[in-house]
C-alpha cells in the first residue's frame, strides 16, 4: 500500500519575477514500511519535496497523494489537521518546547488530538522506552544532550501513530556516536514496528543505512535505488 | 475539494488541551524571567500609582463635597414645587403636608429662608434671613460651633445670631438691636426690631457677609407665614444613604406638589469644578496607560518575534492556529492581572492608611480649609470601586494588546516560519 504517492510534482517559486524551478515533474511512491532516504545537492530540490509531502507546502502542480488523501487542494486549518494525525516530524534542530519536560514534549501532539490521560502516558512510558529515555522523562530539553533531544523528537513524532515520520536532516547536529544511536533506533521501530521513514538527508551515516536512496537532480529524480 | 476524514479515539469532554496551554503560557513567561519581572513591574506600579492618585482624588473631593454639604445644604433638600428657580416665600410649602411617616422615618431640617433689608444706624444691608429649629440644625450643620460670641439661640427666644461679616458692616455688636424690613407671606409687610444674641462666623464670604439667623418661629412671625416652610433639609449619615433616602422621598410626596433635590442638584458649580478636576486626573492617568501599553507592547513584540522559529514547528506538528493565538493571549492577560493583582494588593494597604489616618494640613493652607467650614485634612477614598476599575482597564490594554500576536499567527506560514 502507497503512503506517498507523487505524480508529475512541479514546484516553481517566483513564478511571476524571477522563477526558479524547485520540482521538475517528480514522480514517486513510497509504500508503507519504507526506510527511505531522499538525498541531493543543495538546491536540488529534496527540502521542498519534503515540505510538499508533509503538507507544509503546496505544489504548483501535479498531484501528491498521502495516505490515500489528495493533499494539495486542503485549506490551512484542515492541512494542519492532517499534519497533527497522519504525520510525524523529525526536524534538524531537535525543535523540542523548551518549557516542557521529556514526557510532556512526548505526549504533546496526542494532547493536541485530546486523547484520555491513560492513553497518553502508557504511550510515552513506550515510546521513552523504545528511544531509552525513561530515566529522563521529567526532564527539561536544555538538560539533554543533542542526540537525547533527537531521539524525544523521534518519540514525539512516534506518539500519534501517525502514517510515516518525515525527518529532515536528523542527524545534521549530532557527533558520530548520538547519529548511530538515532538511526539504530529508527531501524530497530522501522524493522519491528513496520515504522514508514522517509529521511532528507546528505549524511552518509543515514545514506548507508536507508534501504532505498532517491536522488534528486536540480529538482528531478536522478537515481532511485534499492540498498540492501 | 475532499474533507480530511479522521477518527480519534473517544475522550471524556473534560480532558481539554486548553488546560496544557495554560499551563505552558505561564511557564513561557519564566523563559525570560527578568523582563517578565519588569513588565509585571511596570504595570505593578502603574496599578498602584493609579490606585493611590485615584483614591486621593476621590477622597479629596468627597471631603470637601461632604462638609460643604453638612456646613448648609444637606445632602437633600424638600421644597415646594418650582421653589428652587423662583425662591420667594409664596413658594413655601405647610409641613402638615409632608407625610407623617416620612417625618418619623427622616431626620428633616425645618427651614423658612428669605430676604430682607437689615439696617442700623445709617447703613442698611440686604440680607439673608434663615428662620430655623435651633437643636435640629446644630445636630446638622453644627452651627452652634460657628458661634464666636454671645449666645445660641432657642426655639421660643427672641434673639437673633448675626454673621460677624454682617456684623462688621454694619457697626453692630452683641446686645445691640438689629431692625430688618422685607415683604412677608402674600405681600404684608414685614417689620421688626432683634436684640442680637450672638456673633457666628462662616468661612464663605458670602454666607459671612450677608446671613441673620433666627429661631424658626421668630422668622414665621416676621414673615407672617403661619406654620410655612421654605425648605426641609435631610439629614443624612453620609453620602452612602443617599440613593435610598431619594428612593423613599420621592415615592412617599407627591411629585405634583414637592420638589426633592440632592446635593448634586443643589450645587451643581462644585460638582462641575469635581468634574473638570476629574477629567484633568483622567488624563494624567490615561497617558500612563499609554506608556504601560507601550512597555507592555514591546514586551509582546519581542515573545512573539524571537519564537518565531517555534511557533513554525508547533504549526508544523498540527499545532492550530487558534491554539498558538489562545496561549498568547494567555501570555499576555497573565502579565496584566499578575502586574494589576499585586499593584492592587499593595495600593489596598496604603489606601486604607491614609483612609483611617488622613493628611493633616497645617499653616495657611489648613487656615484656608477651616474659613469654608471644611476640616483641613487630604484623604483617601476607600472602595473596590477604584481598585477594580485599574484591573479592568489593565485587562483592556491586555486584550488590545494581544491584537498583535493574534495577528502574526494567523499570518504565520510554517515553512517560512521555520526559515528564520
Known amino acids: ?222 537515481t532511485d535505488v534499492v540498498q540492501h | 475539494m475532499r474533507n480530511v476524514t479522521l477518527h480519534l479515539t473517544p475522550h471524556p469532554f473534560f480532558l481539554i488541551p486548553e488546560k496544557m496551554f495554560l499551563k505552558l503560557a505561564w511557564r513561557n513567561l519564566w523563559r525570560n524571567k527578568r523582563r517578565t519581572i519588569i513588565s509585571i513591574s511596570s504595570v505593578l506600579f502603574a496599578v498602584l500609582f493609579a490606585s493611590v492618585i485615584s483614591s486621593f482624588q476621590k477622597g479629596t473631593w468627597d471631603h470637601m463635597v461632604d462638609n460643604v454639604v453638612r456646613y448648609y445644604l444637606g445632602y437633600a433638600q424638600i421644597h415646594q414645587n418650582g421653589f428652587w428657580d423662583d425662591q420667594s416665600l409664596e413658594n413655601s410649602f405647610d409641613p402638615q403636608s409632608v407625610p407623617a411617616s416620612l417625618q418619623s422615618e427622616m431626620q428633616l431640617t425645618p427651614r423658612l429662608e428669605s430676604f430682607a433689608l437689615a439696617s442700623s444706624g445709617e447703613v442698611t444691608r440686604g440680607v439673608l434671613v434663615v428662620g430655623i429649629d435651633p437643636e435640629k440644625e446644630d445636630e446638622m450643620t453644627r452651627l452652634k460651633s460657628r458661634l464666636t460670641q454671645g449666645q445660641y439661640l432657642e426655639m421660643n427666644g427672641s434673639t437673633v445670631l448675626v454673621a460677624e461679616g454682617l456684623a462688621s458692616l454694619l457697626n453692630l455688636k452683641v446686645a445691640d438691636t438689629l431692625i430688618l424690613v422685607s415683604q412677608g407671606y402674600q405681600g404684608r409687610n414685614a417689620a421688626g426690631a432683634y436684640p442680637i444674641g450672638g456673633m457666628v462666623k462662616f468661612g464663605a464670604p458670602d454666607l459671612n457677609k450677608q446671613l441673620v439667623i433666627m429661631p424658626l418661629p421668630l422668622a414665621r412671625d416676621f414673615y407672617g407665614t403661619g406654620e410655612r416652610l421654605t425648605s426641609l433639609a435631610v439629614n443624612l449619615p453620609g453620602r452612602d444613604a443617599l440613593p435610598e433616602a431619594l428612593q423613599v422621598l420621592n415615592k412617599e410626596l407627591p411629585a405634583d406638589e414637592f420638589e426633592v433635590m440632592d446635593f448634586k442638584k443643589l450645587m451643581p458649580e462644585l460638582i462641575e469644578a469635581q468634574e473638570l478636576d476629574t477629567a484633568g486626573a483622567k488624563l494624567i492617568l490615561w497617558t500612563l496607560y499609554l506608556l504601560i501599553g507601550f512597555g507592555l507592547f514591546g514586551t509582546i513584540l519581542m515573545m512573539t518575534r524571537e519564537r518565531t522559529y517555534e511557533f513554525g514547528v508547533l504549526t508544523a506538528i498540527g499545532t492550530k492556529r487558534k491554539t498558538l493565538i489562545g496561549m498568547l493571549w494567555s501570555e499576555t492577560l497573565m502579565i496584566g492581572i499578575v502586574g494589576a493583582v499585586l499593584g492592587i494588593l499593595i495600593s489596598i494597604p496604603i489606601v486604607w492608611y491614609l483612609h483611617v489616618s488622613p493628611i493633616e494640613l497645617t499653616g495657611n493652607m489648613a487656615k484656608a480649609y477651616e474659613n469654608y467650614g471644611i476640616e483641613p485634612v487630604i484623604k483617601t477614598a476607600f472602595e473596590m470601586g477604584i481598585f477594580l476599575k485599574q484591573a479592568w482597564v489593565i485587562s483592556l490594554i491586555s486584550c488590545g494588546l494581544a491584537i498583535y500576536p493574534t495577528w502574526y499567527i494567523w499570518n504565520l506560514k510554517p515553512v517560512k516560519a521555520m526559515r528564520e
Open chain 1, 1 to 222: 500500500m502507497s503512503v506517498i504517492e507523487a505524480k508529475n510534482l512541479t514546484k516553481v517559486y517566483n513564478p511571476d519575477t524571477v522563477p526558479v524551478n524547485a520540482l521538475q515533474g517528480v514522480d514517486l511512491t513510497i509504500e508503507k514500511g519504507e526506510f527511505t532516504a531522499i538525498v541531493g545537492p543543495s538546491g536540488s530540490g529534496k527540502t521542498t519535496l519534503l515540505n510538499i509531502i508533509g503538507g507544509l507546502d503546496r505544489p504548483s502542480d501535479g498531484v501528491i497523494r498521502v495516505d490515500g488523501e489528495e493533499i494539495a487542494n486542503l485549506t490551512d486549518n484542515q492541512l494542519i489537521d492532517f499534519r497533527q494525525k497522519k504525520i510525524g516530524f523529525v526536524f534538524q534542530s531537535y525543535n523540542l518546547i523548551p518549557v516542557l519536560t521529556v514526557a510532556e514534549n512526548t505526549e504533546f501532539v496526542m494532547l493536541l488530538q485530546k486523547r484520555p490521560k491513560a492513553e497518553r502516558d502508557k504511550r510515552v512510558a513506550e515510546l521513552l522506552e523504545s528511544v531509552g529515555l525513561s530515566e529522563k522523562k521529567n526532564v527539561r530539553p536544555s538538560q539533554l544532550s543533542g542526540g537525547q533531544q533527537q531521539r524525544v523528537a523521534v518519540a514525539r513524532a512516534l506518539a500519534p501513530k501517525p502514517a510515516f515520520i518525515l525527518a529532515d536532516e536528523p542527524t545534521a547536529n549530532l557527533d558520530s556516536a548520538s547519529a548511530s544511536n538515532l538511526l539504530d533506533i529508527m531501524e530497530k521501530l522501522n524493522r519491528e514496528e513496520g515504522i514508514t521513514f522517509v529521511f532528507s538527508t546528505h549524511d552518509s551515516r543515514v545514506i548507508d543505512r536507508a534501504k532505498r536512496v532517491v536522488t534528486l537532480v536540480d529538482g528531478k529524480i536522478g
